[in-house]
């Protein structure tokens, strides 16, 4: 009887664990250069952005344009996108940067934290 007890909780434990939870959360980036500061497709348009899906969540953001593009850099705070290591350089090493382009966080990229280059991919 206990095992028949304990066969059946485990699968039922089981079936809950395997089952997909409900996603009801809104995917938006925060904090720092990545954070989403225009929210809407008529404000992006109206600061020159382009309404967009950037990452691979079905969630639209607006990419701009940066006004400080290629000005050097230690850390992404100090750029409107990100702070990018220059070409080449090498993982864990000190390297001085440059901001990005635009405010697109996602995709693979070489970036400048705190003087240090290092990857990150943001899908």
Avoid: H, Y
């Avoid at 990419?63 to 070409?87: F, H, I, N, V, W």
Wanted: proline share 5%; aromatic share 2%; net charge negative.
């Amino acid at each position: 009887m206990i095992k028949r007890f304990a066969s059946v909780l485990l699968v039922g434990l089981l079936a809950a664990c395997s089952a997909p939870a409900e996603r009801t959360d809104t995917v938006m980036p925060t904090g720092g250069p990545d954070k989403a500061t225009v929210t809407n497709e008529a404000e992006c348009t109206a600061v020159g952005g382009q309404w967009t899906q950037l990452g691979r969540a079905p969630v639209k953001q607006c990419l701009r344009q940066t006004a400080d593009a290629g000005k050097a850099c230690t850390e992404s705070e100090q750029c409107e996108g990100q702070c990018l290591a220059p070409e080449g350089s090498v993982d864990g090493t000190q390297v001085g940067g440059t901001c990005s382009v635009d405010t697109n966080p996602f995709g693979c990229q070489q970036r400048v934290r705190d003087g240090v280059a290092s990857t990150i991919c943001v899908d």
